[in-house]
Structures are given as structure tokens and as C-alpha cells.
């Protein structure tokens, strides 16, 4: 099992660029999630999604988009990047499923730099 | 606002000395509770959850929870120096599929 693998490991934009970050999960979870981490501010939560075909806003979802393609991939949208999202991104997924056990397990992360 | 505060540290233990990591949070109706490594530049890797008040052990790991005085604390045996990262607390309530992450405590080791 690959776990939970994110693409691409690094990418630089100019600002008001778009790209998507995509996500994907081998382990049958029901929970997806996107997280940023800044030096200092530890991890946020952009946007998550619970289960397929739902998806909710985090603490910092301004200027993103997501889509919960199946029960395996979430993908996180930059629609016109900005210097303020030069940050690491992580994909994290869970089981979820009684909300008690919610043990999450991250992806590698992207490290994007908006220019 | 849900808290969990951390002391960002660092903290310098000498190699083979215990290392005491602790976190408090502020919602009471937390139930879960997650300990996480995160070496510099990887990303944060689960080593413990604890559910019930007490002790829960897993090798040289020990996960200590205090509902009551609501902390939970972690604690690592005989340090070594691959032990040196960023420890990441998380609590969870039921009914949310989130967890609320402190911003970390350095470990340092030291040979």
C-alpha cells in the first residue's frame, strides 16, 4: 500500500497562476483532507471532505477550491495563486467513520512558492 | 474557539534521558488525542493515540491523558538522537471528523 501520495512534491508559480494539487488514498478512508503549514503557524485546515460527495471549508479556505473525485481522490484548486499561499500543502486521509477513532495519515506534501 | 497549546520549545534532553512533551487543550467534550512526529521538511507521522484516561505504552513511547485536568502528555525513554523532531498534539470531539493540531514542541537530543 502506497498510502496517501500527493503530486507534484514541488511546484513554482507566478502569481495568478491556477493549478490543482491532486491527492490520492489506498487505505479505503472515508475522510480527506487538506491542510497548510506556515513556519510558526503550525497546521490549518483549508478545506476536508467526510465522506464522498460532501466537502466543508476548514479555518482557511479563502482562495481555494476542492472536489472529492471518488472515494480515493481529493484535489485542492489554486483559481489565481498568491504570494500568501507559498506554503507546504498536505493531503491527509481517515477512517472516520464513528468520528471517535479519527486517526488521520498524511501524504508527503507539496512545497509551492508563488512568486 | 478550540485551543491545544503546546510549548514550542525547544526542548534539549541528553541522549538516553526521558523526554516529557505536554499539551493542553480547551474543549472539554475532547475524546481523542493524537500524538505526531514531524521531522523538518516531512510530513507529520502518527506514533500515538489515547482514548481513555491514564497510560497507554508502545515501546519506548508512553501516552499519559488527564481528561479532568485536560492534558494529555507524551513520553519518550531513553532519547535518542533520531528522536530529535517536531511532536504535534490533536485532539478530537465525537461528532467532527477534524482534529484541532497544536503548532508543535521541538525535541532536541543531544549525543
Known amino acids: 500500500n502506497a498510502g496517501v501520495t500527493q503530486t507534484p512534491k514541488f511546484q513554482v508559480l507566478k502569481t495568478g497562476q491556477s493549478m490543482t494539487l491532486q491527492c490520492a488514498q489506498d487505505?479505503?478512508?472515508?475522510?480527506m483532507y487538506w491542510y497548510r503549514q506556515d513556519p510558526g503557524m503550525g497546521l490549518r485546515l483549508i478545506y476536508y471532505?467526510?465522506?464522498?460527495?460532501?466537502?466543508d471549508k476548514g479555518e482557511v479556505p479563502n482562495g481555494y477550491n476542492v472536489s472529492r473525485l471518488n472515494k480515493r481522490e481529493f484535489s485542492l484548486r489554486l483559481e489565481s495563486a498568491a504570494p500568501s499561499q507559498t506554503s507546504v500543502y498536505f493531503c491527509a486521509s481517515s477512517t472516520a467513520t464513528s468520528n471517535y477513532y479519527n486517526e488521520q495519515f498524511f501524504g508527503p506534501g507539496t512545497r509551492l512558492t508563488v512568486l | 474557539q478550540k485551543e491545544v497549546e503546546q510549548n514550542s520549545g525547544p526542548l534539549s534532553v541528553p541522549e538516553g534521558a526521558i523526554a516529557s512533551l505536554n499539551c493542553t487543550y480547551s474543549?472539554?467534550?475532547?475524546?481523542?488525542f493524537f500524538w505526531y512526529r514531524q521531522y523538518s521538511g516531512k510530513s507529520p507521522e502518527l506514533i500515538m493515540s489515547?482514548?481513555?484516561?491514564g497510560d497507554k505504552e508502545d515501546g519506548r513511547f508512553t501516552a499519559q491523558l488527564n481528561k479532568a485536568s485536560q492534558y494529555v502528555s507524551l513520553l519518550i525513554r531513553d532519547s535518542q538522537p533520531s528522536d530529535s523532531a517536531t511532536y504535534l498534539c490533536?485532539?478530537?470531539?465525537?461528532?467532527?471528523?477534524?482534529?484541532?493540531f497544536g503548532k508543535g514542541t521541538m525535541l532536541l537530543v543531544s549525543p
Open positions: 471532505s467526510a465522506s464522498e460527495g460532501t466537502t
Open positions: 474543549d472539554r467534550g475532547s475524546q481523542s
Open positions: 490533536a485532539v478530537s470531539r465525537p461528532g467532527y471528523s477534524t482534529l484541532t
Open positions: 487505505m479505503n478512508h472515508n475522510s
Open positions: 489515547i482514548y481513555s484516561n
